[in-house]
């Protein structure tokens, strides 16, 4: 089922949570509302499912307006991030709940409610927990249940609030890849709401960041993180360097140091203020020895994991940046704690500042 998003503004008092919100989601597509906590995500989820009415604006659901549809009509199947089993029905009967719940004349057999919530649990490879109580289960197998129960009544469009924002990282880790498996078996409209950038990028087709209320860029997971629209996406996927400065001819100039940056973009004017960002693997720390080049900095703390080091250092004022270099570069240069150095992006990325921007 294909869903459309027009023009969907929502107050609660005096907060705007959506502002004048327009997306596409297209059949069969997993798409991930990505942004922080408060930026309208869950909001929008709500108003797909009819959990929340919209004060403008509308959901069409294959074309259709939704919003005459009571939630039941919708064919949609919302999972929670805390499960929200019934903790006195067995496994078995949580999944068989909704189906059990049709009406009389829509309502499938014992035998085949039967067949069916095994065929269920046995797609979530938990059909050797059918008897057990939510009690008596993992966290990642309760969620795992709560998407079967979403799944037995059919539903044409799946909703997913934070699915695995309460567990752990490894358990999160494992269902992120279960989940994206599952998605390519059943090939059902999903969209799942999450502030994990981690989770965002491994899982979805289509990534929708989201701020304030409004979004901010969307796109396929590599094209949000290689190709950041504004300041804001840049910020919020992965981890980034942050430098302000002034436009210059060759670069940025940041106090009396100059970094190059790359020309392969629209140059602000000359002079204008600007937002430069690199991140770590895309800066190299050379030696402070009056050469000249690069932004003095000073080494705060060297991790070594793998292949990588993760260099972290303190600019003037205290500004944090993260250097990544390969392990065999770092032991080259021979870097100790409080050694003074330079940093030398090799590429950078730069935004005209914007009041209000909040970076």
């Not at 979403?150 to 990282?169: H, I, M, N, S």
């Not at 436009?247 to 973009?265: I, P, S, W």
């Not at 392990?327 to 990325?349: T, Y």
């Amino acid at each position: 089922m294909s869903i459309e998003v027009r023009n969907i503004t929502k107050r609660f008092g005096s907060f705007t949570a959506l502002d004048d919100v327009s997306l596409d989601f297209p059949t069969g597509e997993l798409v991930a509302l990505l942004g922080p906590s408060g930026c309208g995500k869950t909001t929008l989820l709500r108003i797909i499912a009819g959990l929340e009415r919209a004060d403008g604006g509308q959901v069409l659901l294959e074309g259709v307006d939704a919003g005459p549809k009571h939630v039941q009509e919708r064919q949609v199947g919302f999972v929670f991030q805390h499960y929200a089993l019934f903790r006195h029905m067995t496994v078995f009967d949580n999944v068989a709940f909704g189906i059990r719940m049709k009406p009389r004349a829509q309502r499938p057999s014992a035998k085949d409610i039967r067949d069916k919530v095994h065929r269920l649990l046995e797609l979530v490879q938990l059909d050797w927990l059918a008897d057990r109580f939510p009690s008596q289960l993992s966290g990642g197998q309760r969620q795992r249940i709560a998407l079967a129960r979403a799944l037995a009544v059919e539903p044409r469009v799946l909703l997913l609030d934070e699915p695995f924002g309460a567990l752990d990282a490894k358990v999160r880790k494992e269902l992120r890849r279960w989940l994206r498996h599952l998605h390519d078996e059943l090939h059902i409209t999903s969209i799942f709401v999450t502030h994990d950038q981690e989770e965002a990028l491994e899982v979805a087709d289509r990534v929708v960041l989201m701020n304030e209320g409004k979004v901010e860029q969307i796109g396929a997971p590599e094209e949000v993180y290689c190709h950041p629209a504004t300041p804001f996406v840049y910020g919020f996927l992965g981890a980034v360097n942050l430098f302000h400065g002034r436009a210059d001819r060759d670069g940025v100039r940041v106090g009396d140091e100059l970094l190059r940056r790359d020309h392969g973009e629209n140059a602000p004017a000359e002079g204008a203020k600007v937002l430069a960002f690199a991140r770590p693997y895309e800066i190299d720390i050379l030696p402070d020895d009056g050469a000249g080049g690069g932004m003095a900095a000073r080494v705060s703390r060297v991790l070594s994991f793998g292949v990588s080091t993760r260099i972290e250092l303190e600019g003037e004022g205290g500004q944090p940046f993260e250097v990544e270099l390969t392990r065999e570069r770092a032991e080259g240069l021979g870097l100790a704690v409080g050694q003074s150095v330079r940093l030398a992006p090799s590429n950078l990325r730069v935004f005209e500042y914007e009041e209000g921007a909040g970076i």
